[in-house]
């Protein structure tokens, strides 16, 4: 028999219930999707300084790791750099632990650690130890996100280790994501961590305070770890603290190099090269008597070298490969490193430092 009008009419308030359910269902589902508005942002100029700050509510929550999910919209307030032209050019991106204190953020910026390098951080038994283990992670794991137009998450960055120990990307290897042709090194004080980029170039980075003491004699260190014509070049300086700080530029620089051969200290010991600073040609690398031995024929002299004073308390030495040295007469003078460098507060304030009294250019 044909429905009735009351039949009809309850069956139209069922179904109006049901999309009204329906549609309250996905109102919660968007509600709970880990996309977040993008933060507003303003530049200003001061000084030859460019700031970019970003204003974000305090205490902004970061979303549950989402595996193969890209981070794009989720971390866009990380403003991209420009791209990286050549091999001969290095970006590093700084900050200073004593200047990053909340403790939401800091829990924020522990959000993006793995689980294995959260569980390194536990194992420091000082809070400053940890606080610096989380921050190093943390700025390097956003650092590489902006080289990748940021379409990858930072926590979703995997790691492998060389050999030597040193930590390489692990790119993903689907369809949608090539292998990056980035190269990266970290190195770090107490007082300021620094990451720096290089495409399609090995790259080392190595940061000293320029007030750091030894607990023994300059030269002592010195005939310990250098070579003959280095400590004697050493040995000419008369002012004490005057030697300190050549040491302390040679030694950023040599650690700067077995970085960039992905070695360390163990595989290419600082005496078995020797790092000329004053010369015509820039700061040049020649191997001594001790690199002929069996082991060491990996040593090249095709690296380019920059040395600056940064934030004015630091030495800053950086060492990236160059293979078009293979094919220069010895008499050619290689180009100069092209470096940018950023002050950093991740998913805060980026300032350009480049060009200011922040960064000195020594060689």
């Known amino acids: 028999m044909p429905p009735t009008a009351r039949a009809i009419s309850q069956a139209w308030r069922a179904a109006r219930s049901r999309i009204r359910m329906r549609h309250h269902h996905l109102l919660l589902r968007c509600r709970a999707m880990p996309l977040l508005p993008l933060p507003p942002r303003t530049l200003r100029v001061s000084g030859g300084l460019v700031h970019h700050r970003l204003i974000r509510c305090h205490g902004m929550p970061i979303p549950r790791r989402t595996p193969g999910v890209s981070g794009g919209r989720l971390f866009a307030s990380l403003p991209l750099p420009p791209p990286l ?10 900050l200073c632990p004593d200047e990053l204190n909340n403790q939401s953020q800091l829990n924020m910026y522990e959000e993006l650690l793995s689980p294995s390098e959260r569980e390194y ?25 902006r080289y990748t137009g940021c379409k990858i998450d930072p926590r979703s960055f995997e790691f492998k280790k060389n050999k030597f120990g040193k930590p390489e990307v692990l790119w993903p290897l689907d369809d949608s994501t090539a292998e990056q042709p980035l190269h990266f090194n970290i190195s770090h004080t107490t007082s300021l961590i620094a990451c720096g980029i290089a ?16 607990t023994k004699n300059i030269l002592s260190l010195a005939r310990r770890y250098f070579t003959p014509s280095e400590v004697d070049s050493l040995a000419e300086i ?11 530029k040679l030694w950023t620089l040599k650690e700067a190099y077995v970085k960039a051969l992905g070695m360390g200290f163990s595989g290419a010991p600082f005496s078995t090269f020797s790092i000329m600073l004053e010369t015509s040609k820039g700061i040049r690398i020649s191997k001594t008597s001790n690199a002929s031995r069996p082991g060491y024929d990996h040593l090249s002299e095709n690296w380019l070298f920059t ?18 040295r293979s094919q220069a007469g010895p008499e050619d003078s290689p180009a100069p490193v092209g470096l940018k460098v ?22």
């Open 342 to 363: 950023w002050k950093t507060v991740p998913f805060v304030e980026d300032t350009l430092v480049s060009g200011t009294e922040a960064v000195k250019l020594i060689a």
């Open 121 to 145: 951080a536990d194992s420091m038994k000082a809070t400053m130890l940890r606080k610096d283990v989380v921050l190093s992670r943390a700025l390097l794991r956003t650092t590489l996100s």
């Open 238 to 248: 008369s002012d004490s603290d005057a030697q300190r700080k050549e040491f302390l």
């Open 199 to 214: 495409i399609n170039a090995h790259i080392g980075i190595d940061v000293e305070e320029k007030k750091r003491n030894t």
């Open 307 to 324: 040395l600056a004073e940064l934030n004015s308390s630091h030495y800053m030495s950086v060492c990236i490969e160059d293979s078009s």
């Open 85 to 94: 032209q050549s091999p001969r050019e290095v970006h590093v991106w700084y």
